[in-house]
């Protein structure tokens, strides 16, 4: 049974992606627009070559401040927290003690001992627990910012000229993965130089109450330019073009940060981190699967998130995301699959309603923006 | 959005008797809507015979597939060649351009909602 709409929870935008005649679907909980009239398609097209923008304050925020903030960061993610710049961000995850996802989550370098750690909707209360549990012995204050703070997402290769008349801040020299303090239309926020779509684009992080207000007027100043509202049905498409993992699909509790692909934010070398002695054994053994990318080469053969990977008749691994792209132009997928099969250019096989449908494996992402 | 001249199924499917013995099916605005940008429709052979409810085709969107089950006992006389390469034609114009398949009627009719029925059935889905 789907969860009555009064019941789930709302972002301070519900009103205005209803104004919008957005497409309302229970996720994770939140009542979050899936797409707007536009579509999917069309949607996913304005990022990848105009601009669209995506209301994402369902996503939690966990402040962290104090003597022994760095060290409990440090403590918490695998990524090289001490090298962090402020006003500096960076990907990285909270990690069991075996090696497997809590969450992944984006680190934002606030000040030499204040983080603002950025984490799932989904997540959000196991994540603030997780962090309390192991803050314990810290000299920090733990506090979780979810429900006063608003985010949107202007995404697309118009970003900067849409945003740039709305703030005295120059957006240019803020590099990727880089953000700041400022006022955009005269409402106080981080302006954050980050995405999930593979294109450029910054994330604006502001008091709740604000959202609507600072919405209303990026969507005032994009629109003539070609910005179109965007739901989750596209930021799941756009994510999946870069090969970017979701929470509940290439990564879980089942899955360690390596078979993930995800070595790059590992510093096995840097600090005695929650899962590093896990990941260091696992590193010393071949790994017995991996993720990878594959297209199907039938329009009909699309396959779909969880479907199985076949060999004579046998399960030997599992589809995460999958979909028919629509920037390539095919379908593709992610899928973990033995890695002795695991080669560019091999081909496996996926079932897809009862039929074994041939699959060739493809260099990822699938999908780059020129620069 | 619920023509009156239609017959639908609670899976989202119409039927259009023509008063020949034929029809047109396909499937209703409601289910587009629910879909999202249509990308895919795998549809039977002509000659093919279904029973009553019998899964006989899937739509693909960019987000989900959905199974098509016929709403009517019959043979498929003629599908819809176009939404091969313009399969965006079931959102567009679900109950013109983006008919599926066209049958012969070999059953009745009685398993079938009317308008009204049908739209009850959609507004208490929506709630």
Redesign the interface.
């Known amino acids: 049974m789907s969860t009555a709409a009064s019941e789930l929870m709302k972002t301070p935008l519900n009103a205005a992606h209803r104004a919008l005649n957005a497409?309302m679907v229970d996720f994770g909980g939140w009542d979050m627009p899936?797409?707007y009239p536009a579509?999917?398609?069309a949607e996913?097209e304005a990022v990848r070559t105009k601009a669209g923008l995506f209301d994402v304050s369902h996503m939690g925020e966990i402040r962290v401040k104090g003597p022994g903030a760095l060290a409990l960061v440090e403590r918490l993610t695998p990524n090289a927290v001490s090298k962090l710049a402020i006003g500096q961000v960076h990907y990285t995850a909270f990690l069991y003690e075996n090696g497997t996802f809590v969450d992944d989550l984006l680190v934002y370098r606030e000040g030499e001992q204040e983080f603002l750690l950025v984490v799932n909707a989904g997540n959000s209360d196991k994540d603030f627990a997780w962090v309390q549990q192991n803050a314990k012995g810290y000299d920090c204050t733990v506090v979780n910012e979810s429900p006063v703070t608003g985010q949107i997402a202007l995404q697309g290769p118009l970003a900067v000229e849409i945003l740039q008349p709305l703030t005295a801040t120059p957006l240019d020299p803020i590099g990727y993965y880089f953000y700041t303090h400022g006022e955009v239309a005269g409402i106080k926020c981080i302006i954050s130089r980050t995405g999930y779509t593979g294109e450029d684009g910054f994330e604006l992080y502001c008091a709740a109450g604000d959202t609507e207000k600072l919405w209303n007027a990026v969507m005032a100043a994009g629109t003539p330019k070609g910005l179109l509202p965007a739901g989750l049905?596209c930021r799941?498409?756009l994510r999946l073009e870069c090969k970017m993992a979701l929470y509940g699909h290439e990564i879980d509790d089942t899955i360690h940060a390596l078979e993930a692909g995800l070595g790059w934010i590992v510093k096995l070398d840097h600090g005695d981190f929650i899962g590093r002695d896990a990941l260091l054994a696992a590193k010393a053994a071949p790994a017995p699967r991996k993720l990878v990318g594959f297209k199907t080469h039938e329009?009909?053969d699309?396959a779909?998130d969880h479907m199985p990977v076949v060999k004579d008749g046998q399960q030997i691994g599992f589809v995460t995301s999958a979909?028919?792209s629509?920037t390539c132009g095919f379908n593709l997928g992610l899928a973990y699959v033995p890695t002795e099969l695991a080669k560019v250019g091999g081909t496996i096989q996926i079932e897809i309603?009862g039929r074994a449908v041939n699959a060739e494996i493809i260099p990822t992402p699938f999908y780059k923006r020129s620069k | 959005m619920f023509p009156a001249d239609l017959k639908y199924t609670k899976d989202h499917e119409w039927l259009k008797p023509a008063g020949d013995g034929t029809a047109l099916v396909g499937i209703t605005n409601y289910a587009q809507d629910a879909l999202g940008d249509v990308v895919f429709v795998d549809l039977p052979e002509a000659g093919a015979a279904f029973s009553e409810g019998e899964e006989f085709g899937t739509v693909e969107s960019v987000k989900t597939v959905s199974e098509l089950n016929m709403p009517a006992a019959g043979e498929v006389l003629e599908v819809n060649e176009n939404l091969a390469d313009h399969p965006e034609a079931v959102n567009e114009d679900p109950y013109g351009k983006g008919w599926l398949v066209k049958i012969k009627l070999s059953g009745g009719l009685d398993g079938l909602l009317d308008a009204k029925a049908y739209e009850a059935l959609v507004s208490a889905e929506s709630h």
């Open positions: 497409k899936v797409q579509g999917i398609i996913h049905g799941n498409t329009k009909r699309i779909r979909a028919p629509p309603r």
